[in-house]
């Protein structure tokens, strides 16, 4: 009996369900006949539906006193300690010392197993709605799920939710990491883009781990298919990439660069305003090629420079990968970063424009600087390092020679 509850539970679950199954599993949570066996089975079930956190504590207070409305005279024997079998016309009482798990699995034995199966279904329907996002609401919001429709997500306003998307897939939010929970059959492309000032953290079906810096972007398929993983990238971008040896994963870089990952975790910084496309490996390996160049193999600590034209690719020893990749930590590292490089990640992170209406002074800057302070702090920081400059408004920044 149990490994047929079990089997239908999955089937229900995995959306396999068909009308006979649905009616059988109806009639077995209702039997009173098998009610022995069935509740262990639907003990575990709602324990681990609450340690998922599908019900806040009103929903459920709320849900087992409509159980009780319907079942007002049923009697068990009571457990003292735990409060097991109360009866329930004491419904305070019955309320606040039964366990949770067992009081819904027996509310299901008795005649309300379809209480589950609908309350939790819509526990699982995602609160996320796809919206048309207007210009200004993403320059307001920020980070922005493209889907291969066209339609767009605002993933800011999705807190620990689910989001609904196209085909069947859903996506999630867990304290601000998104990730798919369920995909569809077809081949879809998603993107997640981020705007100035905001950075974001998103998982890929195969489970790897990438994080956008500000003014950044990532092109994948919804779900790896065929012989590659192939994802396009444009910003700068940080990956903890998970190992598969017969689907290799490579990764198409603005600017004509392309990085085959075998394994590993690297940063790649590609923004369109930086005059090359630099690429650092922490961990593993990767090599790197730009169109018509043979692919060049890096190794953990070695850093490849490329460029949109024809030169081969460069390869730097000894690069402070901790330094390259602070800004995923949160922090500005602008030891030996030359102060145009430096102004430009500021610019990109607190929406300024930065102006030289002469010559670039010769300022070295050093240190590192969080990036969750003020622009007025960073300008204190600015201003003790020897540099000029004039705030105009609040974005135009000018530096003075």
């Known amino acids: 009996m149990n490994s047929r509850l079990q089997h239908l539970l999955e089937r229900w679950s995995d959306d396999r369900f068909t009308e006979a199954e649905r009616q059988e599993l109806i009639d077995m949570l209702q039997s009173a006949s098998t009610e022995q066996e069935i509740i262990p089975v639907l003990e575990d079930m709602w324990e681990k539906m609450q340690d998922e956190g599908l019900f806040s504590e009103a929903q459920q207070q709320t849900m087992i006193k409509n159980i009780l409305d319907r079942y007002p005279g049923r009697e068990f024997s009571v457990d003292k300690e735990t409060g097991k079998g109360m009866h329930v016309g004491h419904r305070n009482l019955f309320i606040r010392k039964w366990s949770w798990a067992v009081a819904s699995s027996v509310a299901l034995i008795m005649g309300v197993g379809i209480y589950y199966l609908y309350h939790k279904k819509q526990a699982e329907t995602p609160t996320g709605v796809v919206q048309s996002i207007t210009n200004d609401q993403q320059r307001k919001s920020?980070?922005?799920?493209?889907?291969?429709?066209?339609?767009?997500?605002?993933?800011?306003?999705?807190?620990?939710?689910?989001?609904?998307?196209?085909?069947?897939?859903?996506?999630?939010?867990?304290?601000?990491?998104?990730?798919y929970e369920r995909t569809g059959s077809e081949v879809q492309y998603n993107t997640v883009s981020t705007p100035k000032g905001k950075q974001f953290e998103l998982r890929l079906s195969d489970g790897t781990s990438v994080w956008l810096n500000a003014e950044s972007s990532i092109k994948y398929p919804v779900v790896f298919t065929g012989k590659e993983r192939l994802?396009?990238?444009?910003?700068?971008?940080?990956?903890?990439?998970?190992?598969?040896?017969?689907?290799?994963?490579?990764?198409?870089?603005?600017?004509?660069?392309?990085?085959?990952?075998?394994?590993?975790?690297?940063?790649?910084?590609?923004?369109?305003?930086?005059?090359?496309?630099?690429?650092?490996?922490?961990?593993?390996?990767?090599?790197?090629?730009?169109?018509?160049?043979?692919?060049?193999?890096?190794?953990?600590?070695?850093?490849?420079?490329?460029?949109?034209?024809?030169?081969?690719?460069?390869?730097?020893?000894?690069?402070?990968?901790?330094s390259v990749v602070a800004w995923k930590n949160g922090v500005f590292d602008f030891n030996n970063v030359p102060l145009e490089e430096a102004m430009r990640q500021l610019a990109r992170w607190y929406d300024i424009e930065v102006i030289y209406p002469q010559t670039i002074p010769k300022v070295q800057l050093?240190?590192?600087?969080?990036?969750?302070?003020?622009?007025?702090?960073?300008?204190?920081?600015?201003?003790?390092?020897?540099?000029?400059?004039?705030?105009?408004?609040?974005?135009?920044?000018?530096?003075?020679?």
């Open 142 to 179: 920020g980070v922005l799920l493209t889907l291969s429709d066209g339609s767009q997500v605002l993933l800011d306003t999705v807190k620990n939710g689910r989001i609904t998307l196209l085909g069947g897939t859903v996506a999630k939010v867990t304290n601000g990491v998104f990730e």
């Open 231 to 322: 994802i396009s990238v444009t910003g700068e971008v940080y990956m903890e990439v998970a190992q598969n040896p017969s689907v290799p994963f490579r990764v198409a870089v603005s600017g004509g660069t392309s990085v085959e990952v075998l394994g590993t975790s690297f940063n790649v910084n590609a923004y369109n305003n930086e005059q090359s496309v630099r690429t650092t490996l922490l961990s593993g390996a990767i090599r790197v090629a730009t169109k018509g160049a043979a692919y060049k193999l890096l190794k953990p600590g070695q850093q490849a420079l490329t460029t949109t034209g024809n030169e081969p690719v460069q390869i730097f020893d000894d690069v402070n990968a901790v």
């Open 366 to 401: 050093g240190g590192t600087i969080k990036r969750s302070l003020p622009f007025t702090d960073v300008l204190y920081f600015l201003s003790n390092v020897g540099l000029h400059y004039k705030l105009e408004g609040n974005r135009r920044l000018i530096i003075l020679p």
